[in-house]
């Protein structure tokens, strides 16, 4: 492994730029628990563990804003996480960066900051 001085350093500036309000993540909860309240369903709900079928169905049946409230929580974890991750352990130089289309990009917008563009 390279040495401190050849890896991608991030600072609080950094950590402060990318990361995501607890207020979002505290109105997004608030918000679902209140849908679930009131017995509806909110967009994409019974995925986890569901089949093909009702997967495909369940992020069929999500559009624009409803998309973003969906993976909210899962972008504000990572908002926190990724740039942990990438501190003191991956190369400043000659990187490659790939998005393997496995999400809805939230990931790849954080390490892609770290990314230079050479």
């Known amino acids: 492994m390279p040495d401190a ?3 991608v350093a ?5 950590r402060r730029h990318l990361r995501l309000p ?5 109105a997004n909860k608030l918000h679902e ?3 679930k309240g009131t017995g509806r ?9 569901a089949g093909e079928e009702a997967v495909a169905s369940g992020f069929g049946s999500l559009r624009g804003d409803t998309f973003d409230a969906y993976n909210y929580p899962q972008a504000w974890v990572e908002s926190r996480m990724i740039p942990q991750v990438l501190d003191g352990r991956v190369p ?3 990187a490659c960066v790939v998005d393997l289309g ?4 939230s990931s790849t917008r954080l390490i892609s900051w770290f990314a230079r563009p050479a």
Request: glycine letters at 18%; one cysteine or more; proline letters at 6%.
């Open 5 to 7: 001085s050849q890896t």
């Open 10 to 14: 991030v600072t609080t500036a950094d």
């Open 22 to 26: 607890l207020h979002g993540l505290l």
């Open 33 to 35: 628990f209140w849908i």
């Open 41 to 49: 369903r909110i967009p994409g709900q019974g995925m986890i563990g």
């Open 92 to 94: 400043a130089a000659d």
């Open 102 to 105: 496995c999400g809805p990009g």
